[in-house]
């Protein structure tokens, strides 16, 4: 595994990504709840072939972070731009280049799973030969074939996070942001969904988030870890320190 995390920040590294436009960048994101609790001035830029793992315990802000990322929630200072989109000037443009899997994937239970993917594929604007065409990708990259005519709500939850993550890419979006994606999914599920993440990593930029430090140096070319709703480090995910930095930041 260590050699495969090398050989995927190699490529993050080697690519000149560095010297282009993030596909992704926000600066100074904050968002108090009406609890007071929340984010606070979190910024972030993701390139082409990023995979970078938002850390931290129950509560740090992943989600809070992950859902102004994808245009759910409006910060109360800050900014997002997603391949060059505004999020608050063009939020139509930029939210079209983002795919979403929420904590909980966002499945209609009654649908076949080949039905909820028309649905999903019309939301976001395809139709026709293009639909059919990513579908039918998408069937077999998520490794849905065998259940493609089940109905959602019979699936297990390894399944489910599968068709979720398919509704998330069926735009073939430059950012997909994935919320604890791993999250209940045994061991062999856990392995099946690493490799669907390193596999649609080469071409676009994920951020997912976990509580887990060897999730995310397991796939990831960088760790962003969050602590009580701020940035406490930005890293190479192949850096010795991490585990250092982490027990740090949260002791
Ligand atoms: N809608 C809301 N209203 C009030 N407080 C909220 C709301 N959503 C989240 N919070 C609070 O904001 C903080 C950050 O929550 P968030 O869900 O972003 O954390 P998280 O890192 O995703 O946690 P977990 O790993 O448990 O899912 C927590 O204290 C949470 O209770």
Same mark, same amino acid.
């Given at each position: 595994m260590a050699l495969h995390t090398k050989s995927l920040a190699d490529a993050a590294d080697t690519s000149g990504a560095r010297n282009t436009t993030p596909l992704?960048?926000?600066q100074g994101l904050t968002l108090r709840h009406s609890d007071a609790t929340g984010i606070s001035d979190i910024s972030l830029s993701l390139y082409r072939g990023d995979i970078v793992g938002l850390l931290g315990l129950n509560g740090a802000g992943k989600s809070t972070t992950l859902r102004i990322l994808c245009g759910v929630l409006v910060p109360d200072q800050g900014s997002v731009v997603?391949?060059?989109?505004?999020?608050?000037d063009n939020p139509l443009q930029a939210r079209a280049q983002v795919g979403f899997l929420p904590d909980?994937?966002? &499945?209609?239970?009654?649908? $076949?799973?080949?039905?909820? &993917?028309?649905?999903?594929? $019309?939301?976001r604007g395809l139709k026709g030969k293009r639909l059919k065409t990513r579908q039918l990708q998408l069937i077999e990259q998520c490794a849905l074939g065998d259940v493609q005519r089940k109905i959602i709500g019979t699936l297990s939850k390894g399944f489910r996070q599968r068709v979720g993550l398919a509704q998330a890419l069926i735009h073939e979006p430059a950012v997909v942001l994935l919320d604890e994606p791993a999250n209940g999914l045994d061991p062999q599920q856990m392995d099946g969904m690493r490799k669907l993440i390193s596999d649609i990593g080469q071409q676009q930029a994920i951020l997912f988030s976990t509580h887990?430090?060897?999730?995310?140096?397991a796939i990831c070319n960088r760790v962003a870890i969050i602590h009580e709703g701020k940035l406490v480090a930005d890293r190479p995910a192949n850096g010795d320190d991490l585990q250092q930095i982490f027990q740090g930041a949260i002791s």
């Open positions: 992704l960048e926000a997603i391949n060059g989109q505004s999020m608050s909980q994937p966002p &499945l209609y239970d009654d649908m $076949r799973v080949c039905e909820y &993917l028309t649905l999903t594929g $019309r939301i887990l430090l060897s999730e995310a140096t």
